[in-house]
């Protein structure tokens, strides 16, 4: 079965770095787009970042320029960091990953941002 776990999160300060790794299974993984995802209470989760299987990236506005989206294949893991971090940046990410029609999201790890 498919199975993404995360992990990485934690408190930082303003202007702090986190590395956030989403260890996959149950797929081929470097043949699959790998994505990354964020959320708070009441809000919809938005897109972060996404990595194509050739490596080409995407980024929200938001984070253009602050956060680096890569994969390494042999470890069959995509990593975010996360760097000039902001309380705005503050919610719980998620891996994410498409296979079958079917949407696939880690457990969630927190980043809290403090000012």
Known sequence: QVQLVESGGGLVQS???L???CAAS????????MAWYRQVPGKQREL????????NTNYADS???RFTISRDNAKNTVYLQMNSL?????????CNTVFGGINYWGQGTQVTVSS
Do not use: C, H, Q, W
């Open 15 to 17: 202007g702090g770095s």
């Open 19 to 21: 590395r956030l790794s």
């Open 26 to 33: 149950g797929i081929i993984f470097r043949i699959r787009a």
């Open 48 to 55: 972060v970042a996404t990595i194509s299987s050739g490596g």
């Open 63 to 65: 984070v253009k320029g």
């Open 86 to 94: 902001r309380p705005e940046d503050t919610a719980d990410y998620y």
